[in-house]
């Protein structure tokens, strides 16, 4: 796969991850998403996906450039943004010296994940299974959704959403959902394990099931973006970070 920005080696995995996320919420929520210029736009409005209704996705290296299309792209009164800068390292001061420059503040850094799938997995849990129909998914959700979580039944009907849940003892116990809207990439858009069921190797479960699944479909790669609590299973499981994205907001006072 070859990068279409000349300072990220892995800028597939950028493309992938927004394609992905973008997809599952048209589908789940109807927002949408739309590129101008140097910057892509996810428009949330009223949807329950976080507590701003616009993210801005820097597609350019080119900081002004992309800070000159976030000012100039009209947003409704008292919406609010968040901006997302990717670079290949772990730390970028300069960046941060720069979007402060911009009267916006530093959020958060994260790393975005990858894998290359082998040709075949040893391990398929027994214990895992894909939700299909609207019966699973509702079996599943009444457990999950004591956690604010849920297969929701828009995605079963969709090619490229594949939702998987855990079971212990008969019962949902968590879920993951693949996304494989990218050519020869699966994305892992989402893996929970509810909180009584926590250190039991559930989530490793999940994501193994996904990997053979994945092997299934053809796919070469699988990325992510993991919470704080998951990065030591996808290390332990082989994951390794591709690049780094880092997370701006207009100062207090002026989005």
């Known amino acids: 796969m070859n990068s279409s920005r000349s300072d990220i080696e892995n800028w597939w995995a950028v493309e ?6 973008n997809h599952v919420y048209q589908v789940t929520y ?24 616009y993210e801005f996705l ?32 772990p ?12 009267a916006h503040e530093f959020v958060r850094t994260g790393p975005i994940l990858g894998l290359d799938l082998p040709a075949k997995v040893n391990t398929i849990p027994t214990n895992v299974y894909l939700a299909t129909t609207i ?6 959700n009444h457990n999950l959704t004591a956690e604010g ?31 494989t809207v990218y050519p020869n990439v ?6 929970y394990v509810l909180q009584a069921f926590r250190n039991r190797k559930l989530g490793t479960a999940l994501v193994q099931r996904a990997h053979a699944y994945a092997i299934e479909l053809g796919l070469k790669h699988l990325a992510l973006i993991p919470s704080d609590m ?23 006072g002026l989005s």
């Open 30 to 53: 109807k927002t949408k998403y739309e590129v101008q210029g140097p910057i892509g736009i996810s428009i949330y409005d009223g949807a329950p996906i976080a507590s701003f209704q």
């Open 91 to 102: 730390s970028s001061p300069a960046l941060k010296e720069q979007y402060t420059k911009f």
């Open 149 to 179: 979580e849920r297969i929701h039944a828009q995605t079963l009907r969709d090619k490229h959403i594949h939702s998987f849940y855990v079971q212990v003892n008969g019962e949902a116990a968590g879920w993951l959902q693949l996304v």
């Open 186 to 191: 699966g994305y892992i858009n989402q893996l």
């Open 16 to 21: 992938a991850m927004i394609a992905s996320y």
């Open 58 to 89: 820097a597609l350019s290296m080119d900081h002004k450039a992309v800070m000159d299309a976030v000012l100039a792209y009209e947003i409704p009164d008292e919406k609010q943004y968040v901006i997302d800068v990717f670079h290949p390292l």
């Open 230 to 252: 998951a990065i030591p299973l996808y290390r332990r499981l082989g994951y390794r970070p591709l690049l780094y994205f880092s997370a701006f907001r207009p100062n207090a």
């Open 135 to 140: 019966q699973q998914a509702e079996t599943a």
